[in-house]
């Protein structure tokens, strides 16, 4: 099957810079709401009926916008919210990088072997946050009809995928999208 992934559009934590995980639940800003109704426009001649979306409002929110050129239905799917970054959220980015330093000099070494599993206090690993992903991917694939499926999710959610799927780290911005067959 054909999935095309997008991240949500910007929300005020993302222009401060703020730690928001799936624990922080931020609904797009006007520039957020902008970036979907482009992402709209580009997928507005793309087949597809549905879009997976996370719970979290700011995908929801995205999801909503961009199948609104099909009058789309958006299913809210668990699995697709972004990594939980335990005791990190809320802090400023750098905050949160110099307080655990040690953590995501792990995390960020792909050739560490213990990259996958390490983890912020509180928060899931690399491999926990893939394997939720890779259950809801299961899920669409089982239950979905068409040959292709869109999917409304998280920068760091896609950032492990597409390290997973093609041995490459990408940060994606808001609103961008990738596409791969599983």
Do not use: W
Not at 107 to 129: C, G, M, W
Not at 139 to 152: P, S, T
């Amino acid at each position: 099957m054909l999935f095309y992934m997008f991240r949500h559009g910007e929300t005020d934590g993302n222009v401060k810079n703020i730690v928001q995980g799936a624990g922080i639940d931020m609904p797009l800003n006007a520039h957020g709401r902008e970036q979907a109704e482009k992402l709209r426009d580009i997928f507005a001649d793309l087949d597809y009926s549905v879009i997976y979306s996370s719970k979290m409002s700011r995908a929801k929110e995205t999801a909503e916008i961009v199948a609104s050129a099909k009058k789309a239905e958006v299913i809210p799917l668990a699995g697709l919210e972004e990594i939980h970054f335990g005791d990190a959220e809320g802090m400023l980015s750098d905050e949160a990088h110099e307080k655990y330093k040690d953590i995501f000099k792990v995390i960020r070494d792909i050739s560490h072997p213990n990259f996958k599993y390490a983890k912020l206090p509180n928060a899931e690993s690399v491999q926990e946050t893939l394997n939720r992903a890779y259950k809801a991917l299961d899920y669409i694939k089982k239950i979905h009809e068409e040959e292709r499926a869109v999917v409304a999710s998280h920068g760091g959610l896609m950032f492990n995928l597409y390290l997973d799927l093609f041995g490459l780290r990408h940060q994606f911005a808001n609103c961008e999208y990738f596409v791969f067959e599983y």
